[in-house]
T-cell receptor
Framework: DSGVTQTPKHLITATGQRVTLRCSPR?????VYWYQQSLDQGLQFLIQ???????AKGNILERFSAQQFPDLHSELNLSSLELGDSALYFC???????????FGQGTRLTVV | QKEVEQDPGPLSVPEGAIVSLNCTYS??????FMWYRQYSRKGPELLMY????GNKEDGRFTAQVDKSSKYISLFIRDSQPSDSATYLC????????????FGQGTRLTINP
């Protein structure tokens, strides 16, 4: 168990809908990362937050947004969902903006 | 060209063999290098990380970094069926955005 908790584990929703994925980092970790993993694209970096502030942005679509709250948990919001958004979404946390990032078990999103 | 290249395999070896997994990268600014193991439908698990060039050993696992060649390796000695998983290399800069850039992952099977 990495100590990073993601909910829900599975999510099935229809195209055009909006969903929220939640991540609770390890105790004491200030950084939260979001990654998308699909079969053909591997692990793609979406966005990083550090202590409530956006630190780095990757290939995150405009339909997606994220935030980190004062208690350091983070949420990833996905809207106007398309079939191609079906993937595993992982959250990872780290002490600072550093190296040893620990991943949660992921949320498997299926858009039908 | 991807920043990090990793042969996706699959790689199949007999139990007890020495396994060599490799990644190449293009960004000479990368300073921290990591190997993750991912079992099917699970989150990536951090195996090892190294800073700059050199070797690091942890039990049956050895990580090597050759910054002059932009090449990193993970060796698994006395491989076990339980080592069957996808192995992902990842790397990050020492300054600036701390996102982890991942390779595609190599699927490894150890045959009893």
């Amino acid at each position: 168990d990495s100590g990073v908790t993601q909910t829900p584990k599975h999510l099935i929703t229809a195209t055009g809908q909006r969903v929220t994925l939640r991540c609770s980092p390890r105790s004491g970790d200030l950084s939260v990362y979001w990654y998308q993993q699909s079969l053909d694209q591997g692990l793609q970096f979406l966005i990083q937050y550090y202590n409530g502030e956006e630190r780095a942005k990757g290939n995150i679509l405009e339909r997606f947004s994220a935030q980190q709250f004062p208690d350091l948990h983070s949420e990833l919001n996905l809207s106007s969902l398309e079939l191609g958004d079906s993937a595993l979404y992982f959250c990872a946390s780290a002490r600072g903006g550093t190296t040893e990032a620990f991943f949660g078990q992921g949320t498997r999103l299926t858009v039908v | 060209q991807k920043e990090v290249e990793q042969d996706p395999g699959p790689l199949s070896v007999p139990e007890g063999a020495i396994v060599s997994l490799n990644c190449t990268y293009s960004n000479s600014a990368f300073q921290y290098f990591m190997w993750y193991r991912q079992y099917s439908r699970k989150g990536p698990e951090l195996l090892m990380y190294t800073y700059s060039s050199g070797n690091k050993e942890d039990g049956r696992f050895t990580a090597q970094v050759d910054k002059s060649s932009k090449y990193i390796s993970l060796f698994i000695r006395d491989s076990q069926p339980s080592d069957s998983a996808t192995y992902l290399c990842a790397m990050t800069l020492i300054q600036g955005a701390q996102k982890l850039v991942f390779g595609q992952g190599t699927r490894l099977t150890i045959n009893p």
